[in-house]
């Protein structure tokens, strides 16, 4: 099938990345040091009486004096041009008796299923703030054509592979092949199989790859669904949204009695005659908790979605494949307080700390300056931010831009088709220099909406006498390895001499005198 434009989304802070504040570092601070959110107190008391959606600026940091949800009153965000995670920074006391919702989106129903409006089947769901949209579902076509039905890969590093032709069976690793593969994120996602089928697990490999790290720093939503296989009268369903990331930092007290919600997106609903396939869950988001005292009864989620069926919501949960799992992998959650009396429930289990850095500042950066000569916007929205013509063909330049990052590295450019397998192109070295660098590669771009994701991951061999042993169990250390996104903050890990490796918070290695 031909479409007559190329749409790219150049989604913003795409890639694997992560960060990782340890706790040898914070255990020279006071037990009873104070926290400092950063917050100016500039949007003032945030106090609603009635439910309330709240649009994000476009940084997605949100300065108040003071936040009280009060019970009976749910709070969500309207996403911003890019979609960055929700930054809620107060100078005083945090009090949540009711919700705060940043839930990833459902994927619209599909064929005779839901409210029988039949223009939005095969719709993903939408990311929640900060998370990346559901893979859409393949296509209808009565011969059944391959190129066709195959549904969307879900956005986001852990994006869940789609459904994909051929008949049902245990057939490397997916007993139902026309499902989609949940989203990743704290761990893989697996498609379904059943132990009859007698399939070794080494031949069992994860379809929505798990990324990130525990310390949530970087800020990453979870990542979207698989979209269904596209039947002969009736599309697939799409994948479910990932769950929103949400940072939220107070230089007082946060009390959490009520809830905050970042569980994945389910996949659509599909029914009748002549359907196609079903689209699988996205991912649980991200929520970082920063304050003096975390205290409270009320209850964290960030798991991950599941399916629809027979118009049932979170049906099929669960994303390790086994018994019917269509499910999104969960995501994260991070308590750091010099206090921690909280009580409630999370699901999953939460990590906690000492408070670290809440942002970091001059960190390595990367981004996609033009595409078969067409120009990048300053602020890519992910949402077919150029068109490219349709007399073009054969492979296109993809031009990136760095700063901060030493020449000589590669990068590794990912492209998302609306349906189909996604694809990987390793660039050549980044010239000119370490403040100002750039690179081009040459890609081939499948006809319609594809999305553009790209990392460089470089090594820094440490010289002189800077010591971080500190961040390595007292082990010397020999290289730092960082990696860079197209937007967002760097991950890094130390080697040590003796061979093993340590995720470690960039800004922390910064503050401790690294420059790489």
């Not at 750039?438 to 010591?467: C, E, H, I, N, W």
């Amino acid at each position: 099938m031909n479409i007559p434009t190329q749409m790219l989304d150049l989604a913003p802070r795409r890639g694997t990345l992560s960060l990782l504040m340890l706790t040898t570092l914070a255990a020279s601070l006071s037990a009873q040091a104070a926290f400092d959110s950063g917050s100016t107190g500039s949007d003032g008391a945030l106090s609603p009486t009635v439910n309330t959606a709240i649009p994000l600026p476009e940084s997605g940091v949100l300065n108040y004096t003071s936040i009280n949800i009060p019970s009976g009153v749910t709070v969500t965000f309207i996403r911003n041009i890019a979609n960055t995670p929700v930054y809620l920074l107060a100078k005083n006391d945090v009090t949540i008796a009711g919700v705060i919702d940043i839930r990833g989106g459902d994927a619209k129903p599909t064929g005779t299923s839901g409210d029988g409006a039949l223009a939005d089947d095969g719709l993903p769901g939408l990311g929640g703030p900060g998370g990346y949209n559901g893979g859409r579902g393949g296509t209808e076509d009565v011969q059944q054509r391959d190129s066709i039905i195959r549904g969307g890969t879900g956005l986001g590093p852990g994006g869940g592979a789609g459904g994909i032709e051929g008949s049902d069976g245990c057939v490397t690793g997916r007993y139902f092949k026309s499902y989609g593969v949940g989203g990743g994120y704290a761990t893989g996602a697996y498609s379904y199989y059943l132990y009859a089928c007698g399939i070794s697990s080494a031949y069992y490999v994860p379809l929505g790859k798990a990324y990130g790290s525990t310390l949530l720093q970087p800020l990453l939503g979870g990542s979207g669904g698989g979209g269904g296989r596209g039947g002969t009268l009736y599309p697939g369903s799409g994948g479910g949204g990932g769950g929103g990331a949400l940072l939220l930092a107070t230089s007082g007290i946060l009390t959490i009695n009520g809830s905050i919600d970042a569980t994945g997106g389910d996949g659509g609903g599909n029914a009748g005659t002549g359907t196609g396939g079903q689209g699988a869950g996205g991912s649980g988001g991200a929520i970082r908790l920063m304050a003096v005292s975390i205290t409270g009864t009320g209850q964290v989620s960030a798991d991950g979605g599941c399916i629809n069926l027979g118009n049932s919501r979170r049906q099929y949960c669960g994303s390790d494949g086994y018994w019917y799992q269509y499910g999104g992998a969960p995501g994260r959650i991070r308590l750091e307080a010099n206090n921690i009396t909280y009580t409630g429930s999370t699901s999953p289990t939460f990590v906690k700390d000492l408070p670290g850095p809440v942002f970091i500042a001059n960190s390595p950066t990367l981004r996609i300056a033009s595409v078969a000569g067409s120009a990048t916007p300053a602020n890519p929205t992910g949402n077919a931010d150029i068109v490219l013509p349709a007399t073009t063909t054969g492979p296109v330049d993809v031009v990136f831009e760095t700063v901060n990052v030493p020449t000589g590295n590669t990068i590794l450019l990912r492209i998302v088709p609306a349906s189909g397998t996604a694809t990987e192109v390793l660039s050549p070295a980044i010239t000119g220099t370490t403040a100002s660098g750039t690179a081009s590669v040459k890609a081939t771009l499948p006809s319609g909406l594809s999305t553009l994701q790209a990392t460089t991951t470089y090594t820094v061999v440490l010289a002189g006498s800077l010591d971080l042993s500190r961040f390595a169990h007292n082990e010397a250390v020999e290289k730092v390895e960082v990696s860079v996104p197209l937007t967002g903050e760097p991950r890094a890990r130390l080697l040590t001499a003796s061979g093993k490796a340590y995720e470690v918070s960039y800004a922390a290695l910064r503050a401790a005198g690294f420059r790489g």
